[in-house]
């Protein structure tokens, strides 16, 4: 394995947003917002899919409303299956653009287009072909976490719950792989598969923040806890996981293993449904930071943050934000991603807890 720096014209950097601050609602008020969100849900044909990253009172209301809390690959899975005319993503945007390659003749909504990804942002479609181009003798896999356009470039899209079962078949058939966009991701794939990659330059802004002496300080304090991390992290972070894997599995952990304290170095929107499915259970987030460093995200993605109540009301009323793909793109990225679902299905893999 070799990690293979981005090209120069893609090393701008990257602006991260500041967390945006909404207005707090009194309970009254909280309670009417959501009322007329549920109405105009009922009056769009609409079903509200949200993310576990995203603010416990929007996940709560798509459990309320028939929708459904999941990772980006189930999202898309629920719409398809859903009778619903109009699908409204709260996430980020290469979840809204998944859904709406999977289900193009919905129409798909999101609160705020602007909400992207750093590892969608780090990968721009046309500096990724070129790296492909590069590269022909490689399988080109890239994780759910970027553009429809890079997706239609790749040969496999993956999540982090199925990555390392593709990366093994692929491996077995003696292919080499180029892998985007998270080299931390790529790092641990490569690592348990033993695979030949070739890595893009890439890294969550949020997982890169967790930081390896500051959670050996947390351990030593909570002896017992076990130490659940998203492969996202860096790998000296990664090493000293009890338990490894994607957000679906990190909170089947949560409620499957005994112990009763968990450190937790992933976005801290998944605290909600950890402690939804298991009260009883006392959960740490791990650090960030540590003397003399600065927190940029506090474990919690800032473009997540731009999903709240309030928009997602707006947008109801609106039509705005609306999700739109060029239809030859949508057509080539539907390839790859398909190919992972029939994979998941020859193979017996299940789909994720509703609820990566």
């Known amino acids: 394995m070799s990690s293979i720096p981005a090209p120069e014209q893609v090393r701008r950097p990257l602006q991260v947003p500041p967390h945006p601050h909404w207005p707090t609602l009194s309970d009254d008020a909280k309670a009417a917002l959501k009322e007329r969100i549920k109405s105009l849900l009922v009056q769009e044909h609409a079903v509200l899919v949200a993310h576990y990253y995203t603010d416990a009172d929007l996940q709560s209301l798509a459990e309320e409303t028939g929708g459904c809390v999941a990772d980006s690959l189930e999202m898309a899975r629920f719409g398809a299956a859903s009778d619903a005319r109009t699908l409204v993503v709260c996430g980020v945007r290469f979840m809204g653009e998944t859904a709406k390659i999977l289900n193009p003749e919905k129409r798909v909504l999101m609160p705020d287009l602007a909400a992207t990804c750093s590892l969608d942002e780090g990968c721009p479609a046309d500096a990724f072909s070129a790296f492909c181009d590069a590269h022909p003798e490689h399988t080109v896999v890239v994780y759910a976490n970027t553009s429809a356009a ?205 609820s990566d």
């Open 150 to 354: 890079v997706k239609a470039r790749a040969d496999w899209v993956v999540t982090s719950s199925i990555a390392l079962p593709i990366v093994k078949h692929l491996t077995a058939l003696g292919q080499k792989v180029l892998w985007a966009p998270d080299k931390h991701l790529g790092h641990y794939v490569e690592r348990m598969t033993g695979a030949d990659m070739l890595l893009w330059d890439g890294a969550c802004v949020v997982h890169e923040e967790f930081k390896s002496f500051a959670l050996e300080r947390v351990r030593k304090l909570r002896p017992d806890a076990a130490v659940l991390v998203h492969p996202e992290a860096p790998d000296e972070v990664v090493a000293q996981a009890n338990v490894v894997g994607s957000t679906t599995q990190l909170i089947r952990a949560v409620t499957e293993l005994p112990n009763q304290e968990f450190i937790v170095a992933t976005d801290a929107g998944i605290f909600w449904k950890m402690h939804q499915l298991a009260p009883d259970k006392t959960l740490i987030a791990a650090p960030t930071a540590g003397e003399g460093a600065t927190c940029e995200t506090c474990a919690h993605c800032p473009w997540m943050a731009m999903n709240a109540l309030q928009n997602l009301e707006q947008v109801l009323l609106t039509g705005a934000q609306e999700v739109r793909i060029d239809e030859a793109v949508r057509q080539r990225a539907v390839v790859p991603i398909q190919r992972m679902l029939d994979f998941a299905r020859t193979q017996g893999i299940s789909a994720p807890v509703r």
